[in-house]
C-alpha cells in the first residue's frame, strides 16, 4: 500500500469564467458526480415488473458544493442574480437576470467554473455550469457565510470537466 496516503488538497480558489476570482472556499468543495442510467426491460426477465436484463448509461453530472467566508460581492452578485455569462470568453455579459423561461445552457446563461487546489495543484475546469440551487447568505455582527451550489452539465463535446 505504498501509494495509499492521507489526502490534503489545502485551500480551494474558485473562478468563474476563467477570469472572476470568487473566493476561497471553506471547508474545501464537494463534488457529487452523478451518473444517469435507464434499465432495459425484456420479456426474459420479468418484463416491466422484473429486474432489467441491462442498464444504458445515459451521461453525467456534476453537484458541486462550495462554502466561502472569503469571497467577492460582486462576483457572488453576478451568480446570485443568475446573471448570464459567457463561458467561452471568460467575461460577463452583465445586464438583469435571466429571463423567465431562457435555456440556460443553449441560450449561454451557464458560467463556467474553475476550482484549484493551490497546496496540490488540483484543478478542475467545469465548462458548463448552472447555479440553479439556492443560494445561503448570513449578515450580521459576526463574518458572514456564502454556501452555493453549481450543476455542471457535458458540454456539446461530451466534455463534463477537465483537469489537470
Known amino acids: 500500500m505504498a501509494g495509499v496516503q492521507?489526502?490534503?488538497?489545502?485551500?480551494?480558489l474558485i473562478k468563474i469564467n476563467a477570469t472572476s476570482v470568487l473566493g476561497y472556499t471553506r471547508d474545501g468543495v464537494?463534488?457529487?458526480?452523478?451518473?444517469?442510467?435507464?434499465?432495459v426491460k425484456t420479456d426474459d426477465t420479468g418484463g416491466e415488473a422484473g429486474p432489467g436484463a441491462d442498464t444504458q448509461y445515459l451521461g453525467e453530472s456534476s453537484l458541486i458544493t462550495m462554502e466561502f467566508t472569503k469571497y467577492d460581492p460582486a462576483v457572488l452578485a453576478l451568480i446570485s442574480q443568475r446573471r448570464a455569462g459567457d463561458s467561452t470568453t471568460g467575461t460577463f455579459t452583465g445586464g438583469t437576470a435571466?429571463?423567465?423561461?431562457?435555456?440556460?445552457?443553449?441560450?449561454?446563461?451557464?458560467?463556467?467554473?474553475?476550482i484549484t487546489a493551490v497546496t496540490t495543484g488540483f484543478s478542475r475546469v467545469?465548462?458548463?455550469?448552472?447555479?440553479?440551487?439556492?443560494?445561503e447568505i448570513n449578515l450580521g455582527t459576526k463574518f458572514s457565510t456564502v454556501r452555493i451550489e453549481g450543476q455542471a452539465w457535458t458540454n456539446g463535446s461530451?466534455?463534463?470537466?477537465?483537469?489537470?
Open 6 to 12: 492521507i489526502q490534503v488538497a489545502g485551500a480551494c
Open 30 to 39: 464537494t463534488i457529487r458526480q452523478d451518473g444517469y442510467f435507464l434499465d
Open 98 to 114: 435571466a429571463a423567465t423561461g431562457s435555456l440556460q445552457i443553449q441560450g449561454s446563461k451557464s458560467f463556467a467554473l474553475t
Open 126 to 135: 467545469y465548462p458548463l455550469v448552472v447555479f440553479r440551487e439556492p443560494i
Open 158 to 164: 461530451g466534455v463534463l470537466y477537465t483537469a489537470s
